[in-house]
């Protein structure tokens, strides 16, 4: 019927049609799969919990429930004792405290759903990073403006790559609730005033003579001196470790 | 039927297929705009691997655990317990004893950032204990700690209070570590204004030690 120029220009069509489909079908896999899918994952909790109300409006600070990031590879989750601290004394009948009360007499845990999680072949740790005074805000957005906590960035290596390509504009400086050491005093009147809680504080290089002191009552007594170079204050991932860039540094 | 046609069908079919996934994929809940359910993951490579992770559920254990309770009578490398239980009051003047921490502007900038951290929720940044909870009437009867009463109290005192608690006040031994408890109670005298003192046992167990 038609003649098999046409034909074959029909056939070549639909050949770059299903080409460029594959392709962006792969782009989106790969490429954006992180952002589309786990971006805004917020299931539903075992405790109607509410950073909202605890971070935002107690002004509890991060580190008191998530005690140990400072130290560790992983951000502990508080246990129920922790929420006992206070929830001994304050609304102790609430319905909605019904399941951390009876986790806390029969000492099992509340399995609470998890969040953020990179794939297992990567490894990320907290305490490099909050040691160098990057505020949680940087890496999972507003906690203490969500009633329910949502993944708020992709958590995929391009991401973690664009930090630490280009660190300037992507870190949060420390903010007084994270609870982030910047070995820098705030004015106690300041801290009254919740705006400035919220606000990030310029980073702060110890003095030199300082530096000193870090190592004797270091962080969890660990002994480890500032890291040396800064971008503002925050120490240069280019320059640090093994690099930030190096496969075996998140892969091993 | 010409060739534009079937291109412009292949076209169309193309684009239905596109949005029925789409519509597919919202009503199986694996897109995080619309739903709460886990996202999707399609080969999962090696995302999951069968190893003790923290905090996160383990088949290898009875009760899922990954992290594991210490057998007990042992204690974890590093760990420091502490040994008085809250009663022990008086045996807490003398076997608190600050191991030379010094009183730099660096610890006192610690200390306040302990402080902040895990007394202000109870105490206020202010150590008046007027934080946003008593505020709102949830929790009161906390004590100022600018008080006289509690300026008085020794460090060895507050170190104690601080490690073992006292009364509603829980105990913070697991979570600052006792250098930071010393940074801590130098941040407290200088909000309660006072020098204050190492102990208030008498002279003659001081010696002792």
Not at chain 2, 83 to 90: R, S, V
Request: contains cysteine; positive net charge; proline residues 7%.
């Amino acid at each position: 019927m038609f003649s098999r120029r046409f034909d074959m220009g029909v056939k070549i069509g639909g050949a770059v049609l299903g080409a460029s489909v594959l392709c962006v079908f792969l782009v989106i896999f790969f490429g954006v799969r992180n952002t589309v899918a786990d971006v805004g994952y917020r299931p539903e909790q075992p405790v109607p919990f509410s950073h909202k109300l605890h971070a935002g409006q107690l002004n509890i600070s991060c580190q008191y429930c998530h005690a140990g990031v400072e130290n560790s590879a992983h951000s502990p989750v508080p246990t129920t004792q922790t929420c006992m601290n206070c929830h001994t004394a304050v609304l102790p009948e609430s319905p909605k405290l019904q399941l951390v009360r009876d986790s806390y007499e029969k000492g099992t845990p509340i399995e609470w759903i998890r969040i953020h999680k990179v794939p297992d072949y990567a490894h990320f740790n907290h305490s490099r990073h909050i040691r160098a005074q990057i505020d949680c805000k940087s890496c999972h957005g507003p906690v203490e403006e969500m009633g329910v906590v949502s993944q708020f960035k992709p958590l995929s290596m391009g991401w973690c790559l664009d930090c630490h390509r280009n660190p300037e504009a992507n870190i949060v400086g420390a903010r007084p609730i994270s609870g982030v050491f910047t070995g820098q005093m705030h004015k106690v009147k300041d801290l009254l005033d919740s705006t400035y809680l919220y606000k990030p504080i310029p980073a702060q290089v110890a003095a030199a003579s300082d530096l000193k002191d870090m190592v004797t009552p270091s962080f969890g007594q660990k002994q480890s001196p500032l890291p040396k170079y800064h971008v503002d204050g925050i120490p240069h991932p280019k320059k640090a470790g093994i690099g930030p860039e190096n496969c075996s540094a998140c892969h091993y | 039927m010409n060739a534009t046609n079937r291109i412009a069908r292949l076209f169309w079919i193309a684009l239905a297929a596109a949005f029925a996934g789409f519509v597919v994929m919202v009503l199986s809940g694996n897109i995080t705009w619309f739903s709460t359910a886990r996202p999707l993951e399609f080969l999962n490579n090696m995302d999951h691997q069968f190893k003790a992770i923290p905090q996160s559920g383990n088949t290898f254990f009875a009760d899922r655990a990954s992290v594991r309770t210490a057998v007990e009578g042992t204690v974890a490398r590093g760990q420091q317990v502490y040994p008085l239980g809250q009663g022990d009051i008086d045996k807490a003047e003398t076997a608190n004893v600050n191991p030379g921490v010094p009183r730099t502007d660096f610890v006192l900038a610690r200390g306040q950032n302990r402080f902040n951290v895990f007394c202000s929720a109870c105490h206020g940044y202010d150590a008046h204990s007027n934080p946003p909870m008593v505020r709102r009437q949830r929790w009161l009867g906390i004590p100022d700690l600018t008080r006289p009463q509690t300026a008085a109290l020794s460090d060895a005192r507050i170190y104690h209070i601080i490690s073992a608690g006292q009364n509603l006040m829980p105990s913070y031994a697991d979570k600052i570590t006792p250098v930071d408890r010393w940074a801590i109670i130098y941040y407290l005298r200088t909000l309660q204004g006072v020098q204050g003192v190492a102990s208030n046992a008498p002279a003659s167990t001081q010696q002792v030690q």
